[in-house]
């Protein structure tokens, strides 16, 4: 699609067919779906996919986590199709081997913005692309050389796409040393070991969810009860938080100066180690 945004237009087709096929006939799909989707300041016809509703038609279960073992994990055969939102190309092109090297199919959206196709962090180097190397579902902390220990790490913050590289720049800006950022590459269906890993590497530190997208849309609704049911089987009395734009009709604003406001805002709160805000001060144009 030239934007995700336009995908509105073919739901029908969404619906009856690519999400519930094989359910419906039991005919498996490989179709692969790649709609750009990324909040750059374009307005709201130019920013969203509109990613809330392909996961809401996902069929994964939020409160059981299924068999995750290595040797017998069947999640994805389960699922009736796969979201992902890959932030280096080498995931990207491990994300499409993996479509087609399967004995079996399912539709897979890929949701992502045009900016990381030109953007100077956005890279992988050529040992990533090797026959040894696979798709990652969740990118760990990829800089802890800049952090304290993992024992005085106050802050993890699970994110998706391009934001993970504002949330970079500004760590790196700011000098924030107790944050950890971790990047969960597929979101349907949901990663629930790796989330659980993540957790247990971290004991100290509040998890938070950091978006770009407001509250209503987005991961935000599908990631909150599969976060906490992972925290929950892992023992761990968490309970993750959200971070980004407050709940909106619109998917984003048409204003460059409200745009530009709210990413400022959702930075500074990601990093202020103060627990998580019920929500953040409304930003208003002033004429």
């Not at 945004?5 to 006939?25: H, L, P, R, Y």
């Not at 909150?224 to 407050?246: E, F």
């Not at 500074?268 to 627990?275: K, Q, S």
């Amino acid at each position: 699609a030239q934007f995700g945004d336009f995908a509105n237009t073919a739901q029908v087709i969404i619906d009856q067919f690519i999400c519930s096929g094989e359910q419906k006939w039991l005919r498996q799909a490989g179709l692969v779906m790649l709609l750009p989707h990324g909040y750059e300041g374009q307005g709201p016809e130019h920013s969203s996919a509109r990613i809330e509703r392909f996961l809401q038609l996902s069929d994964d279960d939020p409160e059981i986590i299924p068999d995750m073992a290595e040797e017998s994990r069947m999640q994805l055969q389960k699922t009736n199709w796969q979201i992902v939102n890959c932030s280096t190309p080498a995931n990207y092109f491990h994300v499409l081997r993996r479509q087609i090297k399967r004995d079996f199919r399912k539709p897979l959206i890929v949701v992502s913005p045009k900016s990381l196709l030109r953007h100077p962090a956005c890279v992988s180097s050529l040992k990533s692309f090797d026959e040894d190397q696979r798709f990652k579902r969740v990118i760990s902390e990829r800089f802890e050389e800049e952090l304290k220990p993992r024992e005085e790490i106050r802050r993890v913050i699970l994110c998706t796409g391009k934001v993970y590289y504002d949330l970079l720049k500004y760590r790196r800006e700011k000098g924030k040393k107790r944050i950890a950022l971790v990047t969960v590459e597929q979101i349907c269906p949901f990663p629930f070991d790796r989330v659980q890993d993540t957790a247990r590497r971290y004991p100290n530190a509040e998890i938070v969810w950091v978006q770009e997208e407001p509250q209503n849309m987005g991961y935000w609704s599908y990631v909150q009860p599969r976060i906490n049911t992972a925290l929950v089987g892992a023992g761990i009395a968490k309970r993750v938080s959200y971070i980004g734009r407050n709940p909106a009709a619109s998917p984003a604003t048409g204003n460059g100066t409200i745009h530009q406001a709210e990413v400022e805002q959702i930075l500074v709160t990601a990093f202020d180690t103060n627990p998580a805000p019920e929500s953040l001060a409304p930003v208003r144009w002033r004429y």
